[in-house]
Nanobody, 118 residues
Framework: QVQLVESGGGLVQAGGSLRLSCAAS????????MGWYRQPPGKQRELVAS??????????DSVKGRFTISRDNVNNTLYLLYLQMNSLKPEDTAVYYC?????????WGQGTQVTVSS
């Protein structure tokens, strides 16, 4: 089992920055890939960025050059995932979710709201 808890969302003006955190606990050694997804109001959930166990990253075209995904493997039971978001735009407004994929299951966090005002 893996538990995911996001934090760091909030209200920011366009052009500002936020840093999201996701604390993964439990059987983190079973995780293969972690990522950030977002769901804008009235739209489907979409990939923002992901990082594999080996450190390979992938970004949505809409956030390339503005967002950075990173991680900190604290120990066998705690893993921290970050999303540094710079040059935020109103269209980045969404609920942001942390996702973890293991060999057998997919886990989601509860989400954190990011609102960018114009």
């Amino acid at each position: 089992q893996v538990q995911l808890v996001e934090s760091g969302g909030g209200l920011v003006q366009a052009g500002g920055s936020l840093r999201l955190s996701c604390a993964a606990s439990g059987s983190v050694f079973t995780m293969n890939t972690m990522g950030w997804y977002r769901q804008p109001p009235g739209k489907q959930r979409e990939l923002v960025a992901s990082i594999t166990y080996g450190g390979a990253t992938n970004y949505a075209d809409s956030v390339k050059g503005r967002f950075t995904i990173s991680r900190d493997n604290v120990n066998n039971t705690l893993y921290l995932l970050y999303l540094q978001m710079n040059s935020l735009k109103p269209e980045d407004t969404a609920v942001y979710y942390c996702k973890s994929t293991t060999t057998y299951r997919v886990y989601w966090g509860q989400g954190t709201q990011v609102t960018v005002s114009s």
